[in-house]
């Protein structure tokens, strides 16, 4: 068996505190293996993202743990942590987080700013970036050039140019019509498979189902059930 890229072990995860306290999470597991796309689906308010965030080590659990490349996370301060986001995971949020004002390979580039990667190298990179997602002839446009579809693919390539281990995506296809959601589930599809990535997305829209090799179900905190994706069947 692949050993997991990232995984959460028994993690539970309280939001708030005194009478507002909730178990967002009830003794989670989780694995996410290189060359899948796994969709994590479930109601609004069933802890998809709280889980999305703890496996992205932007939360950390009050049980259980998290490891990366088989590494646990247990008693890694902030500083650690982003080290480990900024090493291992991309994340592609529902609303594209891009800067107005930067162009598509500027935006792109940002992420490699923040890991220290020399200017031409890093320019390099980015171009080659967008390039993957079908955007080799727009970046120098400015977001405001740009259509939603598009703008995604500017954040998907920003989250893939570390070549991080771990794609990580929350509701990613929420803000697009169908047409530019296919797009984008093509795309993600293609960074599993064909680049050994492990992608998994949140999202409650049946429409993405064809795209996955695997569905996890959560409801209430909890991983209700389990089934491969109707892209293994194909």
């Given at each position: 068996?692949?050993?997991?890229?990232?995984?959460?072990?028994?993690?539970?995860?309280?939001?708030?505190?005194?009478?507002?306290?909730?178990?967002a999470l009830k003794?989670?597991?989780?694995?996410?293996?290189?060359?899948?796309?796994?969709?994590?689906?479930?109601?609004?308010?069933?802890?998809?993202?709280?889980?999305?965030?703890?496996?992205?080590?932007?939360?950390?659990?009050?049980?259980?743990?998290?490891?990366?490349?088989?590494?646990?996370?247990?008693?890694?301060?902030?500083?650690?942590?982003?080290?480990?986001?900024?090493?291992h995971v991309g994340?592609?949020?529902?609303?594209?987080?891009?800067?107005?004002?930067?162009?598509?390979?500027?935006?792109?580039?940002?992420?490699?700013?923040?890991?220290?990667?020399?200017?031409?190298?890093?320019?390099?990179?980015?171009?080659?970036?967008?390039?993957?997602?079908?955007?080799?002839?727009?970046?120098?446009?400015?977001?405001?050039?740009?259509?939603?579809?598009?703008?995604?693919?500017?954040?998907?390539?920003?989250?893939?140019?570390?070549?991080?281990?771990?794609?990580?995506?929350?509701?990613?296809?929420?803000?697009?019509?169908?047409?530019?959601?296919?797009?984008?589930?093509?795309?993600?599809?293609?960074?599993?498979?064909?680049?050994?990535?492990?992608?998994?997305?949140?999202?409650?829209?049946?429409?993405?189902?064809?795209?996955?090799?695997?569905?996890?179900?959560?409801?209430?905190?909890?991983?209700?059930?389990?089934?491969?994706?109707?892209?293994?069947?194909?």
């Amino acid at each position: 068996m692949t050993e997991p890229l990232i995984e959460a072990v028994n993690v539970a995860k309280d939001l708030g505190s005194g009478a507002a306290k909730v178990a967002a999470l009830k003794g989670v597991s989780l694995a996410l293996t290189g060359g899948e796309l796994t969709l994590l689906m479930g109601p609004s308010g069933s802890g998809k993202t709280t889980l999305l965030s703890i496996l992205g080590c932007m939360l950390t659990p009050n049980e259980g743990s998290v490891r990366v490349r088989g590494n646990p996370t247990d008693g890694a301060g902030p500083e650690e942590l982003a080290l480990l986001r900024r090493e291992h995971v991309g994340f592609v949020f529902q609303s594209f987080h891009l800067f107005p004002t930067l162009s598509a390979a500027d935006n792109v580039r940002l992420a490699l700013d923040v890991r220290g990667e020399p200017w031409r190298a890093a320019k390099l990179r980015s171009r080659e970036a967008l390039r993957k997602v079908g955007l080799a002839d727009r970046i120098k446009a400015f977001p405001r050039e740009l259509s939603g579809g598009e703008q995604q693919r500017v954040a998907i390539a920003r989250a893939i140019v570390g070549n991080p281990s771990v794609i990580l995506a929350d509701e990613p296809t929420a803000a697009l019509d169908g047409e530019n959601g296919r797009a984008i589930m093509k795309i993600l599809a293609e960074i599993a498979r064909e680049q050994g990535h492990a992608v998994l997305i949140v999202t409650h829209d049946p429409r993405l189902l064809p795209f996955a090799d695997r569905i996890v179900h959560i409801e209430d905190g909890r991983i209700t059930g389990e089934e491969r994706g109707e892209a293994k069947v194909q």
